[in-house]
């Protein structure tokens, strides 16, 4: 079956501290992996993808994640956490032949200390 | 510019009653589709065009109707709405239909009294 875990439902650290979001997946294809930010009361934006060559992917406002096929993962960090970063977190997948359909885990919020 | 609006932002309505929601983006994309987002936060596709054809129907009530009048139009028609039916509703867009990075609208707040 197809499926995103996100372990996590909320996380709080400090302003400055750093990040990870855990990301699971399960899928029959290559997987195509996204991370999408949701602040409230607004649409998700795209923070980065993994489509294929180098695991390690840039996206914007400081985040990377990695994926491990081995581990089917796809963790997302960011070494120092803003106020502005506190929202929700979507991971996603989706593959090449599916018709765009991607599949999302549950989401992270996070809360971000002063 | 925004690139994928929906319209309205908010809907309350009654229980029975007919409604729709109109999508519209501006960036040239083929591939158009809803999703539904249910009180937990959950996503989950309902719909996806390409080219104003379908070809995503994931098993949702034939009471929802999608319409694509044209590749940068995609509406949502529901009638004889439920309460089940309370969501936030998304509309979105990607260049093609293949793993591609699917830009959101901000949302349609459906509440049914």
């Known amino acids: 079956a197809q499926s995103v875990t996100q372990p996590d439902i909320h996380i709080t650290v400090s302003e400055g501290a750093s990040l990870e979001l855990r990301c699971n997946y399960s899928y029959g294809a290559t997987p195509y992996l996204f991370w999408y930010v949701q602040s409230p009361g607004q649409g998700l934006q795209l923070l980065l993808k993994?489509?294929?060559?180098?695991?390690l992917v840039q996206g914007i406002k400081g985040f990377e994640a990695e994926f491990k096929r081995s581990q089917s993962s796809f963790n997302l960090r960011k070494p120092s956490v803003h106020w502005s970063d506190a929202a929700e977190y979507f991971c996603?997948?989706?593959?090449?032949?599916?018709?765009?359909?991607?599949?999302f885990g549950q989401g992270t919020e996070l809360s971000v200390k002063p | 510019d925004t690139a994928v609006s929906q319209t309205p932002k908010y809907l309350v309505t009654q229980m029975g009653n007919d409604k729709s929601i109109k999508c519209e983006q501006n960036?040239?994309?083929?591939?158009m589709y809803w999703y539904k987002q249910d009180s937990k936060k959950f996503l989950k596709i309902m719909f996806s065009y390409n080219n104003k054809e379908l070809i995503i129907n994931e098993t949702v009530p034939n009471r929802f109707s999608p319409k694509s009048p044209d590749k940068a139009h995609l509406n949502l028609h529901i009638n004889s709405l439920e309460l089940g039916d309370s969501a936030v509703y998304f509309c979105?867009?990607?260049?093609?239909?293949?793993?591609?990075?699917?830009?959101f609208g901000d949302g349609t707040r459906l509440s049914i009294l």
């Open positions: 993994y489509f294929s060559g180098d695991t």
């Open positions: 979105a867009s990607s260049r093609e239909a293949g793993g591609q990075p699917q830009h």
């Open positions: 960036l040239g994309h083929d591939t």
């Open positions: 996603a997948v989706g593959g090449r032949n599916q018709g765009g359909k991607l599949i």
